[in-house]
């Protein structure tokens, strides 16, 4: 690849120094043979100057870099196959030339004169230069320049800002080679994946298919969300609160707050109180012995009415106005 560059470099010096005195459409003809053996254009100061003098009746788009590890720029080696690539495919789509774009890059170590004509300070710099005659001509024959303020950006951003810039001319779409290791990772996961789940199922299956775990799925997340968990997690509640004596309070006051402690309270009352429905439903029916059933019967409702008798208490502190109550907590 070094080597290629170099060639590269060479030929676009030699078509540089042969093209100073060219007209526009033979320096396009020359840089268009030159970009069939290596897009994008490896360009030094002369053929920069050369691709990019007036009047010119093609459009050319242009990356200063300074690719080098003295210099430090992260940014310019992050970008350069993200140029390349649309370069290349660009120029793989437009085998006729229809769209009458070039694509250079120049480096730092190539390009000092240019670098301090144009008083650049930073690299990478993309500039596209627009044709000065011709149909898509421009006004104006300054180059428009593209914002790496946000970071490296993709071949896909800067193939859509090319595009905008050049109406009326065939944009070629851009083509990603596959990534045939991805791919393979991929197949790899998925097969890997099937094969835990075909071995596993015997065992999973009965689990997910279970009718009580799903059933006690369910509850949970109904106990936590009428609790007033997500309250908790909206508002960023104290977990308790000091109730002004030294000590702590349990249940805040009013219906706009409540505490962590609070929740988990009222849901495990309200655990409670499923639990012994239930038991209530199905559970002492299935008694053989009437006697059974009647103790059951007694110490179920006795636990429902004692729970809800304190349900009904936290509703009182939490609205000293609220008119119901049951003993023992009155």
Known sequence: MRLLSILASACALVAGASAAKLSSEERFDKFSRL????????????????????????????????????????????????WDLLAQSWTKGDRKQESRLLFGVLDFTEGRDTFMSLGLQTAPVLLLFPPTTGPHATASVEPVRFDFNSGSSSAEQVHAWIARHLPGRPHPELKRPINYLKWASVFTFLAGAITVF?????????????????????????LLFISG???????????VAGDGKGGITYFAGGFQSQLGL?????????????????????????MPSANSQSIAVLIWAGAVFFVYSFLLSVFRIKNSSYPFALPPFL
């Open 198 to 222: 075909v071995s596993a199922a015997p065992y999973i299956l009965p689990i997910v298919q279970s009718r009580n775990l799903w059933a006690a799925g369910c509850m949970i997340a109904i």
């Open 35 to 82: 970009s069939r053996s290596s897009t994008p254009i490896v360009l030094n100061d002369a053929s920069y100057k050369s691709l990019t003098s007036t009047p010119r009746d093609y459009s050319v788009a242009v990356v200063l870099t300074a690719e080098d590890a003295r210099f430090g720029c992260q940014l310019c080696r992050e970008f350069k196959p993200e």
């Open 229 to 239: 968990h997500m309250f908790n997690h909206i508002r960023k509640v104290p977990y």
């Open 262 to 286: 609070e929740t988990q309270i009222v849901a495990a009352m309200y655990g409670l109180l499923s639990f012994c429905t239930i038991a209530l439903a199905t559970k002492v029916p299935r």
